[in-house]
């Protein structure tokens, strides 16, 4: 929408998350205002029918357009590379809308296995209950992908790196796959952000986002956003948000484009604990083993070091003694935010076999490798010190 946008694209990635998407008014102020408005004012019966028709362009009402909204999805399809951006009410929202609008009864999706737990339920719960098929993959195994495709798959879904564990996914690889098989490609690029990874120029065709995130990454409101081409995005989707309303507030909005000014150097910092966390884990009495893609004992690591320009936020590892050891650990901080969420300045530490991954059954769990001892941390941007002396190795015998 708006045929007055910028090319935002001959700008660098800082100056677009700073600047894309906010057309001042009038009154000449500096910062995005927020719109609190739930409906707008036609001059005249004839405009609103023009507006209502989308034969000119403009606002009619918030659940589909609101000014502030659009200027959070205008800069984070510029951050991302797309031509069109919708906003949503949560990440969950963003994902069930591409699912409505790219979908039909009678196809079939094939997804990555390690994603997000309500996706998984979303889709196998939900989603089959209106006809559609889904099969899981291990993320890595490019065969698998290809094993899984039937006459009726329409789409590929991943999340990369994935949950909890960090496993890499070879995006290009995986795009290549699904285009030959004639199914779209949609990743979930919540735990990279566009700051370290942009599917779409990788081949991707629709980017998801819980904005929750690292994109708000103060912790303070849930939103969502799916970014891609101007048909399957910018109508199909568009379509879904219309009509069934899963919107996003405009005060959630005007957050999240606070949280976009400073992504980059917050990803980057992140990165940087994150790293020097991995690294002094590998050293601590009772770590078996720690899941990072910045280490060079990950697995895919090169991949990673290829696909991402830093290695993200999400440590992951293994302590001796299983789940009584791991609830120790977790109970001795005193400074480490014990919740599930994630991409907040505030370090969080979890135990995803009893909490993200506990309504998984067990065999499930021990086949993802998500084991008892397992414990996640999202890396904040508190001192890496005070992270590490939060963390009291020393009373785990
Ligand atoms: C949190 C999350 C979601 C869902 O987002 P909400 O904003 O909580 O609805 C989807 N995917 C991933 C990878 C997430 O971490």
């Not at 069934?244 to 910092?269: H, Q, Y």
């Not at 690294?279 to 090169?302: A, D, F, I, K, N």
């Amino acid at each position: 929408m708006g045929s007055d946008r910028e090319d935002w694209s001959r700008y660098g990635f800082s100056t677009r998350a700073v600047r894309a998407g906010h057309r001042r008014t009038n009154e000449g102020e500096n910062a995005e205002p927020i719109f609190t408005t739930s409906s707008f004012i036609f001059e005249n019966a004839a405009q609103a029918a023009a507006r209502f028709a989308y034969e000119e362009e403009g606002n009619v009402y918030s659940r589909f357009t609101n000014p502030t909204v659009r200027t959070f999805e205008e800069r984070l399809a510029a951050l991302e590379g797309g031509e069109s951006c919708v906003a949503t009410s949560s990440g969950m929202a963003a994902i069930m809308a591409t699912c409505m609008g790219l979908l039909s009864a009678g196809d079939h999706v094939v997804s990555s296995r390690s994603i997000f737990g309500s996706t998984r339920l979303l889709f196998s719960n939900i989603f089959t209950r209106f006809g559609v098929e889904f099969d899981y993959v291990a993320a890595t195994e490019a065969d698998a992908w290809r094993a899984a495709v039937k006459s009726n798959t329409k789409m590929f879904f991943l999340e990369t790196p994935a949950n909890p564990l960090t496993e890499v996914c070879d995006i290009a690889e995986v795009e290549e796959i699904a285009h030959a098989s004639g199914a779209i490609l949609v990743v979930d690029n919540c735990f990279c952000t566009p700051a370290l990874q942009q599917p779409l120029r990788l081949g991707a065709d629709v980017v998801v986002h819980s904005a929750t995130k690292y994109l708000d990454g103060q912790g303070r409101c849930v939103g969502g956003a799916v970014v891609g081409d101007a048909q399957m995005v910018g109508e199909q989707v568009f379509g879904v948000l219309r009509s069934a309303g899963p919107c996003m507030s405009p005060f959630n909005a005007w957050v999240f484009l606070k949280g976009l000014e400073t992504l980059d150097i917050r990803m980057r910092a992140i990165s940087d604990n994150a790293n020097r966390l991995a690294r002094w884990l590998t050293e601590q009495p009772g770590v078996e083993r720690v899941y990072y893609p910045g280490l060079e004992s990950h697995p895919q690591w090169q991949l990673a070091a290829r696909q991402q320009s830093a290695p993200g936020g999400i440590v992951a590892f293994d302590v001796a003694g299983g789940q009584a050891a791991a609830w120790k650990l977790i109970d001795h901080t005193r400074m480490l935010s014990i919740t599930a969420n994630l991409g907040d300045v505030k370090t969080t530490i979890t135990h995803p076999a009893t909490t993200t991954h506990g309504r998984w059954s067990a065999p499930a769990r021990a086949e993802a490798g998500i084991g008892d001892g397992l414990i996640r941390i999202a890396v904040g941007l508190e001192d890496i010190a005070d992270i590490q002396n939060d963390l009291r190795f020393d009373e785990l015998e």
